[in-house]
T-cell receptor, first 114, second 112 residues
């Protein structure tokens, strides 16, 4: 089944403790992206990647890092999480050409930073 | 039932009625638009898209209308069913091709 898989689905952590949210897609998509979803603010893009070793900032990149060493994986790294990063996170992928060909989203990761 | 997107983020309709969800987009350079449906506890799912060289596109029970003059997009759902209850987002590419920008969404509730 074609899908985007995120792990974990739920995570509670403490301020300052580094964490990684993994994202993997099995559709051989070139484009991958991370979004956060907050009430009243909708989906905001954190980082995106056009292909392996090519990443770029979205609208809200502060406090996050990403890497794209392999085509299928696009992990989101929070080096020192803070409570304002409590949110619902979605990974998405798209074929070559970017999101103009439609995204496939993962099921989400609900992160709580205390 | 009809919403005005950002100004009326909730919409309730009777089962079997048609629904209209509206979205005002921001950038006249946007040339590609997508409607997504997000059910509770799930990621957004692609419903239908439209490019700026079109003003109407139809899918199965859904129709998207694009009015570039007033930068307005609407999603029409025919014969709304309980399974249509979800949050609906419009998204625009602002002409960049590399990034998509999502609206805050409209919550649709179908009353049996």
């Amino acid at each position: 089944e074609a899908q985007v898989t995120q792990n974990p689905r739920y995570l509670i952590t403490v301020t300052g403790k580094k964490l990684t949210v993994t994202c993997s897609q099995n559709m051989n998509h070139e484009y991958m992206s991370w979004y956060r979803q907050d009430p009243g603010l909708g989906l905001r893009q954190i980082y995106y990647s056009m292909n392996v070793e090519v990443t770029d900032k979205g609208d809200v990149p502060e406090g996050y890092k990403v890497s794209r060493k392999e085509k299928r994986n696009f992990p989101l790294i929070l080096e020192s999480p803070s409570p304002n990063q409590t949110s619902l996170y979605f990974c998405a992928s798209s074929p070559m050409g970017g999101p103009n060909y439609g995204y496939t989203f993962g099921s989400g990761t609900r992160l709580t930073v205390v | 039932g009809e919403s005005v997107g950002l100004h009326l983020p909730t919409l309730s309709v009777q089962e079997g009625d048609n629904s209209i969800i509206n979205c005002a987009y921001s950038n006249s350079a946007s040339d590609y638009f997508i409607w997504y449906k997000q059910e509770s506890g799930k990621g957004p799912q692609f419903i239908i898209d439209i490019r700026s060289n079109m003003d109407k596109r139809q899918g199965q029970r859904v129709t998207v209308l694009l009015n570039k003059t007033v930068k307005h997009l609407s999603l029409q759902i025919a014969a709304t069913q309980p399974g249509d209850s979800a949050v609906y987002f419009c998204a625009e590419n602002k002409g960049t091709g590399n990034q998509f920008y999502f609206g805050t969404g409209t919550s649709l509730t179908v009353i049996p």
